[in-house]
């Protein structure tokens, strides 16, 4: 698998590894897959009994041929044992994929679990990595749980101002200790942390000193492993599918759709792709603006606005932080990819709404991410000229929102030990300014 950068017109491209061990490239853009390898012969064969590590060994061997062996892709799929996506099929219109069987309930889960065993299997003996993420929510505790294994992988979890949870302490990284993870609290917000990010990994210096790369959005090992839930749901329902397929995605920043038009463009037979959005309406601004690659020589950044507060918080972006490689995949065809991807804005009492819903008609309860794009997908299956299946993303535990859904629903939501540990506080290694220097001097003395 080779890639290519957002914006690059000379044709140059990387191995796979490289692009994961240096995710942002020098000479600007993002990576992206030069050439959309084909896993219609490891997927084909599969039937709906397939377990997800099945699915997700074969699809690695295929994505990666040229860089791992079919012993290394089964220790991939291995990471992934025991936190496999369920399908839920509701009626002949729709299906719910649950992807919040994880350690946090969220379905970054399964990518952190497919970047960390990339990793590890990728680096030679002697090689020592660090990684460097943001940590907002849950990502923080479902990383470092990912990440905690691997002793010649170094993770450090950068907070923007305010608690931090979920995290077990005997993995941080004090000096003399085994632990890998060290959390470091920064002044400031998720943007200053994602922009520091940035600023190390295109810092010659700091590059020569730590090979260092991201588990953030940008890396496409984060980005690859979420195309396994759409294959994984079209082996379940293939043997009975004699529809269209379609899937309702909650989309904020995007990672999530962009991953099922890789899957698309891996060869999955699907017809289109529901961008179920909330009231910030992403996807709609996005589209507003002219030139979007930030290292064009016209761009001019749009001014920065607060999104609205809503019901689905993860939602609430008006600048999605993967637009780069969206816009990339719009450039190439865009023609069809307006016919593949359908906007679909969902207010906080429709999602209300779709949550009352899904529960009394099918039984199920969804957090309000899900219920977004479950809304979206009942909107979507009201045109006149739809026939076809929707599979929801379900992207986020219940469990993680009770009160709302007690509410909404009249229903106690019953909490996991797992989804309880979340609320554990948990104190950062070192509280700092957003410099890079300061970073350093908390890194250099874990070691």
């Not at 069987?101 to 065993?117: I, Q, R």
């Not at 979890?157 to 632990?179: K, M, Q, T, V, W």
């Not at 219920?371 to 026939?387: N, Q």
């Amino acid at each position: 698998m080779r890639f290519s950068t957002t914006g690059a017109k000379n044709g140059n491209t990387v191995s796979f590894k490289e692009a994961v061990f240096h995710c942002l490239p020098q000479t600007g853009g993002l990576y992206i897959p030069a050439i959309m390898p084909d896993i219609r012969a490891a997927m084909y064969p599969m039937d709906e009994k397939a377990g997800y590590n099945e699915l997700v060994a074969p699809v690695t061997g295929a994505l990666l041929e040229d860089e791992m062996d079919e012993a290394g892709a089964r220790r991939v799929a291995a990471s992934c044992a025991g936190i496999a996506p369920e399908l839920e099929i509701l009626d002949e219109r729709f299906s719910i994929l649950h992807l919040t069987n994880g350690p946090t309930g969220t379905f970054k889960d399964f990518s952190a679990a497919f970047l960390g065993a990339v990793l590890n299997e990728l680096l030679r003996p002697e090689e020592h990595l660090l990684v460097l993420s943001q940590a907002v929510q849950a990502l923080g505790a479902s990383i470092s749980g990912a990440f905690a294994p691997y002793p010649n992988i170094t993770t450090v979890l950068l907070y923007p101002e305010g608690s931090i949870y979920g995290l077990n302490e005997d993995a941080f990284r004090r000096p003399g200790s085994a632990g890998n993870i060290i959390p470091v609290r920064i002044a400031g917000s998720l943007d200053d942390c994602n922009r520091l990010i940035n600023e190390i990994l295109l810092d010659e210096q700091w590059t020569r000193r730590y090979s260092t790369t991201s588990a953030t959005a940008i890396n496409p090992a984060r980005l690859i492993p979420q195309a396994f839930f759409y294959v994984y749901a079209f082996i379940k329902l293939k043997k009975t599918l004699s529809q269209d397929l379609f899937f309702s995605v909650p989309s904020g920043n995007f990672g999530n759709l962009i991953a099922g038009l890789y899957a698309w463009k891996f060869g999955l037979p699907v017809n289109g792709f529901i961008a179920a959005m909330n009231i910030n309406n992403a996807l709609g601004d996005l589209w507003k603006r002219r030139n979007l690659y930030p290292n064009a020589p016209d761009y001019k950044a749009p001014p920065r606005s607060r999104p609205a507060v809503t019901l689905s918080p993860a939602l609430d972006v008006h600048y999605p932080a993967n637009h780069e490689l969206l816009l990339a995949l719009y450039d190439e065809v865009p023609a069809v990819m307006r016919n593949m991807v359908f906007p679909q804005v969902i207010t906080d009492e429709e999602t209300e709404k779709s949550m009352e819903f899904a529960w009394k008609r099918y039984n199920v309860i969804l957090d309000p991410h899900s219920a977004v794009a479950f809304m979206a997908a009942l909107k979507h299956a009201g045109r006149r000229d739809f026939d076809g299946h929707i599979v929801t993303l379900a992207t986020g535990h219940p469990a993680r929102y009770p009160a709302l859904l007690e509410r909404v629903t009249g229903q106690k939501i019953d909490i996991p030990p797992r989804i309880a540990l979340l609320q554990k506080k948990s104190e950062p290694l070192a509280d700092i300014p957003c410099e890079l220097d300061m970073l350093e001097s908390v890194i250099a003395s874990c070691f």
